[in-house]
């Protein structure tokens, strides 16, 4: 199967694209897309890969599901495209930076600055249909995500995890701690951070901290 995407993701995942359930999970999301309204658009299925290099990502944020509200999803996790009002998520990872790091809070949603500078923001599940959080989980894009861990924690060294909330604690079992940092706390939801699970856990810093001392740039947050 020739899946479009960027070079070296594309060589580092080749043997995915032939499997049994990527065969199915592409038939799946093909007739969503055909059927039903489903987020993001589907050039932006794999943004987030096609936006930073396996071979420059030096951050990884972890996020669930894409935004399921109209225009809100571009295939960054908690990211929305200039012009859309934050989701509650976004809100609080801003003001989080803004404790953490002093950074004022933007009135741009869009973390496209992010991914340019090697922060991989990866949903694990990379479709969703409209008004339905969680519809297309379980269809294989779990199992795809898992790969592109993985291939992270096996091929890379030195890289920032970022795992918020319990779903992403999981999923990050899959990464050798002794190469690579993980950071860990609740979700920037207001759901989880409202029970004091999210603010102060100083991400931000702690991983420019982490990369200025492997001799890598810090991200500009």
Excluded at 34 to 46: M, N, R, W
Excluded at 109 to 115: D, E, K, V, Y
Excluded at 136 to 152: A, C, M, P, R
Excluded at 162 to 181: E, F, P, S, T, V
């Amino acid at each position: 199967m020739n899946v479009k995407l960027e070079s070296s993701w594309k060589a580092a995942l080749s043997k995915e694209f032939s499997k049994p359930y990527f065969n199915e999970l592409t038939n799946f999301v093909r007739h969503s897309y055909q059927t039903t309204t489903v987020y993001p658009p589907a050039s932006l299925i794999f943004n987030a890969l096609d936006s930073c290099p396996l071979t420059e990502t030096s951050v990884v944020i972890l996020g669930q599901d894409p935004y399921h509200g109209a225009g809100q999803a571009h295939g960054l996790s908690f990211s929305v495209p200039e012009g859309i009002s934050h989701p509650p998520s976004l809100v609080n990872i801003f003001k989080e930076l803004k404790t953490d790091i002093g950074k004022v809070y933007p009135k741009n949603g869009s973390l496209n600055s992010w991914a340019s500078q090697g922060v991989l923001l990866l949903n694990a599940t990379l479709t969703v249909a409209a008004s339905q959080a969680g519809s297309h989980q379980n269809k294989g894009w779990e199992e795809f995500t898992d790969t592109i861990i993985d291939v992270i924690s096996t091929e890379c060294k030195n890289v920032v995890f970022m795992l918020w909330g319990n779903y992403a604690k999981q999923k990050g079992k899959r990464i050798n701690r002794d190469r690579h940092l993980v950071l860990t706390s609740g979700h920037p939801s207001p759901l989880s951070a409202n029970r004091g699970l999210w603010f102060g856990n100083r991400h931000f810093s702690q991983a420019n901290s982490y990369l200025i001392s492997k001799g890598k740039l810090q991200i500009d947050w």
